[in-house]
């Protein structure tokens, strides 16, 4: 039976509405990697848009929610610090519990930003923590800057050189472990977090290239080595402050594992990607790049195929449909069904057939999942084949099926 001769429900599709949803969504959709890629410039701006001119921070519901918790939480950690060291240690002064506030809360925000990266590589569910990383960033310098400030005014201020001067100075040790300067080591770290906060505006990643801006930024692991061997040559060397050592040791092991882990998952994906390619699959794009019961039409060994996203799965059909070759890819997924944008006919998007009691068929093409990447194989199925789709999240490593 024809699907002209009977009038039914799936030729009764909007045309209109079905193609201009069709292409408002995949181009001007929402696309989460965009906004998180864009956050210091308001996470709004396409890249379009994005110039070496300098533009202010943008601000918006987000972006402030983020801030608001994380001044809370520094405001939260120092009260909770000071108050909890000036009750359980009360010889210490003020100025000593203010100096390991700062120190030791730099210290925590610094694995916090340190941790973020891998675990987004690891589960996609901690994106919203990268969104607004970079003030993240800045507020960690700032607080590494106050403790410094205070140490250096501490134990530096009250001789005849200037207290700069006194920091390398007043202690020339550096072949003695057990007195090392360990304050040079934490001027050292701090400048380069002076450096990675000044130049964490969009404007400089356009002026220096995004390639000098991440060489900059991946100093950030050079300050951390330096912070780590800040304070176990300096404060548990003079403290053996025990909790303060276990701390250290459970953040290395951490940020290491964290690291460890997710460059194995990338390692997988990049050896599974290659082998799939190996076996025909070609990537064509990424699950965020195919909004919601929609199609991206790729094409494939001079075919167009027209891959849908639709309750967690990703299948891939032929582009052209049985009616009047309209554009499949361009249409909607409708009540489980691709439709048509030009006079509705539909087909299940993982046999290519059209729901009884009609009898058109359109090939199939086999897809895989590596990660959060689509790969489709060109082979077209003979129209009406059946095949699994991929399902999104569960396939996290694509074994091509
Ligand atoms: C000019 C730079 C710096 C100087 C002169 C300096 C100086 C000091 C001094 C004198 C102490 C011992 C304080 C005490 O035990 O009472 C200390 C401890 C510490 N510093 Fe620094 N520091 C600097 C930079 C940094 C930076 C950039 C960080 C972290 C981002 C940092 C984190 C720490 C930590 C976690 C401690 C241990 C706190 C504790 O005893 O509980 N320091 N620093
Ligand atoms: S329904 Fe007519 S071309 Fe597809």
């Given amino acids: 039976m024809c699907h002209d001769s009977t009038p039914s429900p799936q030729s009764s599709v909007d045309l209109d509405l079905s193609i201009h949803t069709a292409f408002s969504s995949l181009h001007g959709g929402p696309c989460c990697s965009a906004a998180y890629n864009t956050e210091e410039s308001g996470g709004e701006l396409g890249e379009s848009q994005m110039s070496v001119q300098y533009q202010a921070v943008g601000w918006n519901r987000q972006k402030r929610i983020y801030d608001a918790v994380l001044v809370g939480g520094v405001l939260a950690y120092l009260t909770l610090f000071v108050g909890l060291g000036a009750f359980l240690y009360p010889s210490a002064t003020a100025i000593t519990l203010q100096i390991r506030a700062f120190g030791t809360l730099a210290l925590v925000l610094l694995h916090v930003t340190l941790c973020i990266g891998p675990l987004c590589r690891l589960d996609r569910r901690f994106l919203p923590l990268l969104y607004n990383r970079r003030h993240l960033g800045v507020t960690m310098f700032l607080v590494a800057?106050?403790?410094?400030?205070?140490?250096?005014?501490?134990?530096?201020a009250r001789g005849d050189v200037t207290p700069l001067v006194s920091l390398f100075v007043s202690n020339t040790r550096y072949g003695s472990l057990a007195q090392f300067p360990f304050q040079a080591l934490g001027f050292t770290a701090l400048s380069i977090l002076f450096l990675m906060a000044a130049t964490s505006h969009d404007f400089w990643l356009h002026n220096l290239s995004p390639c000098v801006w991440k060489r900059i930024h991946m100093m950030v692991y050079v300050a951390y080595a330096l912070l780590v061997a800040h304070v176990v040559l300096g404060a548990l060397q003079a403290d053996r402050n025990?909790?303060?050592?276990?701390?250290?040791?459970m953040g290395l092991v951490l940020v290491a594992a964290l690291h460890l882990l997710s460059g194995a998952k990338e390692w997988r994906i990049d050896h599974n990607l290659r082998r799939a390619e190996m076996n025909g699959f070609v990537e064509v794009c990424t699950v965020d790049d195919i909004p919601e019961k929609h199609g991206?039409?790729?094409?494939?060994?001079?075919?167009?195929?027209?891959?849908?996203?639709?309750?967690?799965?990703?299948?891939?059909?032929?582009?052209?449909c049985r009616h009047q070759n309209g554009p499949l890819g361009e249409g909607r997924i409708i009540d489980g069904c691709v439709t048509c944008p030009w006079h509705g006919y539909q087909?299940?998007?993982?046999?290519?057939?059209?729901?009884?009691?009609?009898?058109?068929?359109?090939?199939t093409y086999r897809t895989t999942l590596i990660g959060n990447r689509v790969l489709v194989h060109p082979c077209a199925h003979p129209p009406g084949t059946r095949l699994e789709p991929s399902f999104i999240g569960q396939v996290e490593i694509g074994a091509p099926q």
């Fill in 296 to 320: 991206k039409v790729v094409s494939l060994a001079d075919e167009r195929v027209a891959v849908f996203r639709y309750d967690g799965k990703i299948s891939a059909i032929s582009n052209v």
């Fill in 347 to 363: 087909y299940l998007p993982d046999s290519g057939t059209s729901p009884p009691p009609f009898t058109d068929k359109v090939p």
């Fill in 242 to 249: 025990v909790a303060l050592a276990i701390l250290l040791g």
């Fill in 145 to 156: 800057l106050v403790h410094s400030v205070l140490s250096i005014n501490q134990f530096h």
